[in-house]
């Protein structure tokens, strides 16, 4: 069985938790679909080395065009590509459009995962103007026909249901992000730690994640304000998705300064040791997204040790268990597609006091990590997930639509 994977994102050019899923993914069928099953990566940018691993450019004619049409151009020239599979698996809208061209070109089946779905980011407008509505459109058509469609949580499979009604709820299934628990793990380094700016001997809270509306900074950032003068806060942020959040965070950031020490503001991308290093010296992790259909990076707070307050959006519920290990945050939402919660003021309150009542107890704090770390071991396993895709590859090879 020849299955393609289409994704915009494949090492090393990851930047999210969509490009970390199909790596980690791609190497857990390699290592367990059988012999029988060959998976052939085909991705945006830069050419690959790894063999097995294609990549594709923007088309010359349209390097100046809508970030929309550009991504449309590549998908055509994968599509034509995927001549030979026998399934395609796409993941996120911009290789959707590729799954689709290709089932109906071919007439093979097309699998698709939702990471996230566009009518429940309509912040994106402000990024892709008008390639907004087209992404929009592409991911409807794609997953409305696709044989089967991959939630990564329960709460995305609600939210697909609701936002496309025409899918039929048989052809969703839950199939779960996971964790590589080898290279995710507790690193004890306090003099990396220092270097990074968070000192171990002080109360910290650690945030990692791009600069988009969904993942909430902004509260994060005004929260901080309401947290004892001894925590510390400590950034991994990068990758605004507008010139205009980017301008929002730098001015908080500059506001909690003027208050209050032990604000640190990492805008690089750090390796993974450095990440483990932060979240292993952490107090907690934070996550206080609007809309997270499962946050692979809890995970990785987790299998470092570290406890969560998250938010209750989307699938960070089933992913960090409230009370065992880390807090979650009650998040009303307005139900327009923009995840704003209803009592802006209520939420920045309720994650402060949340944040507040996890530093003020190390060792709780401890405790509640460590059981993080068993339960990512024991329900986030690549291998379990790879072999869940795979029984899904057969099942809709034997009754494609």
């Known amino acids: 069985m020849r299955v393609d994977l289409l994704t915009r994102e494949y090492p090393?050019?990851?930047?999210?938790?969509?490009?970390?899923?199909?790596?980690?993914l791609v190497k857990a069928l390699r290592r367990t679909g059988g012999a029988d099953l060959d998976v052939q990566v085909?991705?945006?940018?830069?050419?690959?080395?790894?063999?097995?691993?294609t990549a594709y450019s923007v088309?010359?004619?349209?390097?100046?065009?809508?970030?929309?049409?550009?991504?449309?151009?590549?998908?055509?020239?994968?599509?034509?590509?995927?001549?030979?599979?026998d399934l395609v698996h796409s993941h996120t809208w911009y290789a959707n459009f590729a799954g689709h061209v290709a089932k109906m070109l071919y007439g093979i089946p097309h699998v698709a995962t939702a990471h996230s779905l566009e009518p429940l980011r309509p912040w994106k407008a402000e990024q892709l103007g008008g390639g907004y509505r087209l992404s929009s459109w592409i991911e409807r058509d794609a997953l409305t026909s696709a044989d089967a469609v991959v939630a990564v949580s329960e709460g995305?499979?609600?939210?697909?249901?609701?936002?496309?009604?025409?899918?039929?709820?048989?052809?969703?299934?839950?199939?779960?992000?996971?964790?590589?628990?080898?290279?995710?793990?507790?690193?004890?380094?306090?003099?990396?730690?220092?270097?990074?700016?968070?000192?171990?001997d002080r109360p910290s809270v650690v945030f990692v994640g791009r600069i988009t509306r969904q993942k909430g900074l902004p509260y994060l950032l005004r929260a901080a304000r309401l947290l004892p003068p001894d925590v510390q806060?400590?950034?991994?942020?990068?990758?605004?998705?507008?010139?205009?959040?980017?301008?929002?965070?730098?001015?908080?950031?500059?506001?909690?300064?003027?208050?209050?020490?032990g604000v640190v503001w990492i805008d690089r991308h750090l390796p993974r040791h450095e990440l483990c290093v932060l979240l292993s010296h952490a107090t907690t992790f934070v996550c206080p997204s609007v809309y997270e259909p499962l946050g692979i990076v809890n995970l990785e707070?987790?299998?470092?040790?570290?406890p969560v307050v998250g938010t209750s959006t989307g699938g960070i519920p089933e992913v960090v268990a409230h009370g065992v290990t880390g807090t979650i945050v009650p998040l009303h939402q307005l139900q327009d597609g923009t995840g704003t919660p209803t009592d802006p003021e209520r939420f920045v309150h309720d994650l402060a006091e949340a944040l507040a009542d996890?530093?003020?107890?190390?060792d709780r704090a401890r405790a509640w990590g460590e059981a993080g770390r068993l339960r990512a071991e024991r329900e986030f396993s690549w291998l379990a997930i790879a072999e869940r895709t795979r029984a899904l590859y057969d099942e809709v090879l034997a009754d494609p639509r």
């Not at 199939?175 to 220092?194: F, H, K, M, Q």
Request: net charge negative; glycine share 10%.
């Open 358 to 362: 996890m530093v003020s107890d190390p």
């Open 42 to 53: 085909r991705a945006f940018g830069a050419p690959r080395e790894e063999q097995g691993a």
């Open 233 to 261: 806060l400590v950034l991994c942020a990068g990758a605004p998705d507008t010139p205009e959040i980017m301008a929002e965070v730098e001015g908080l950031v500059a506001e909690l300064r003027e208050t209050r020490e």
């Open 156 to 200: 995305m499979r609600r939210d697909l249901l609701r936002v496309y009604p025409d899918l039929e709820p048989e052809r969703v299934k839950v199939v779960y992000n996971g964790i590589d628990l080898t290279s995710w793990t507790r690193v004890e380094d306090p003099d990396t730690a220092r270097v990074l700016g968070l000192d171990p």
């Open 59 to 85: 088309p010359a004619d349209l390097t100046h065009a809508n970030g929309a049409l550009q991504t449309m151009g590549v998908d055509l020239a994968i599509a034509a590509d995927a001549q030979g599979a």
């Open 301 to 306: 707070a987790m299998a470092c040790g570290a």
């Open 12 to 24: 090393p050019e990851i930047y999210g938790g969509a490009g970390v899923h199909v790596a980690e």
